[in-house]
């Protein structure tokens, strides 16, 4: 038994009455380490992190799987516990065994996404403050979506990459350009419930077919904001998009808006891993700014 588990699994023993009898590391866990946990009647997924805000970082993933379980329009892990011994945070969430994907299941993922998008509140944001990875990312509330992008996703992105010399102080756009040319290209929306982080590496396709959402980052704002994410990093297939934008349009900005949503994950991938990724930052901010 590896050592982040010899205080954990004993704890999961007592509080699901299930006897675990097997756990192996997976892959999966760039932020955390991540288990394969077998008990005598079921699997599970077990992820661990020592850092001092893991706990809370763990609340917030069960906050996010479950406020996306509520609207019933696409498939989340169901969260068993999320807990901290001997300064070991973990989550234990059901196990998802996956398949790879068919046209089929891109389809449905992407009319699935689309009806979740389609969930709405009053305000942009969320009912807490939650994680961008292992970064903090702020969620409070905005009528104007403009204003949101830019208070509590760009500008807090571009301060912590200049406090930490990823980029130069000229390089941040003025306040006001900014903010006008966001509400120019979003145009008249409603709040979204979104993923918040949709790259390929958080979903999943069940065996049966079902999508899965997993790793969210969750809160609402512009539906977009979600299919410029899942095209950052080679994007999801044609069957996913057709499928999706026959429920929910294109926009008019389409394209514009892809590069400008991109520039969030774009700072937040700086401000984790470094100056691989100033290049593509600085790039958007000299074509638009």
């Known amino acids: 038994m590896s050592e982040p588990l010899t205080c954990i699994l004993p704890y999961i023993t007592s509080c699901l009455g299930e006897k675990v009898v097997n756990a192996r590391p997976v892959s999966g866990g760039d932020i955390s380490s991540a288990y394969r946990v077998d008990t005598e009647t079921r699997q599970y997924f077990l992820k661990v992190n020592s850092a001092s805000f893991a706990l ?3 609340y917030s993933e069960r906050e996010g799987l479950q406020a996306i379980g509520a609207t019933k329009t696409i498939a989340v892990p169901h969260v068993h516990l999320v807990d ?5 945070a ?14 089929s299941d891109h389809q ?8 979740l998008h389609q969930c709405s509140q009053a305000d942009f944001g969320f009912s807490s403050d939650n994680f961008i ?8 509330p905005h009528a104007d979506w403009a204003e949101f992008y830019w208070f509590e996703r760009i500008l807090p992105q571009l301060q912590l990459a200049l406090r930490d010399g990823l980029i130069q102080r000229n390089m941040i756009p003025e306040e006001e350009r900014a903010i006008t040319l966001f509400r120019e290209i979003s145009g008249d929306i409603k709040p979204a419930l979104l993923h918040g982080d949709l790259w390929g590496g958080n979903y999943l396709i069940a065996t049966d077919g079902t999508p899965y959402l997993i790793d969210p980052a969750v809160y609402y704002g512009h539906s977009m904001v979600d299919i410029a994410m899942s095209r950052l990093f080679g994007g999801f297939g044609s069957e996913f998009y057709d499928a ?4 929910i349009p294109q926009p008019v900005h389409y394209d514009i808006q892809i590069d ?24 958007i901010l000299k074509r638009f700014f």
């Open 56 to 58: 809370e970082m763990f």
């Open 260 to 283: 400008l949503y991109q520039l969030y994950y774009l700072l937040v991938h700086l401000n984790l891993f470094g100056s691989g990724y100033y290049s593509s930052v600085s790039s």
């Open 84 to 88: 901290s011994i001997e300064g070991k």
């Open 90 to 103: 973990f989550l234990l969430m059901d196990l998802v065994e996956s398949k790879r994907p068919a046209s």
């Open 244 to 247: 999706y934008h026959q429920i």
């Open 108 to 115: 449905r993922l992407g009319s699935q996404l689309a009806r």
């Open 133 to 140: 990875g292992s970064l903090p990312q702020q969620n409070n």
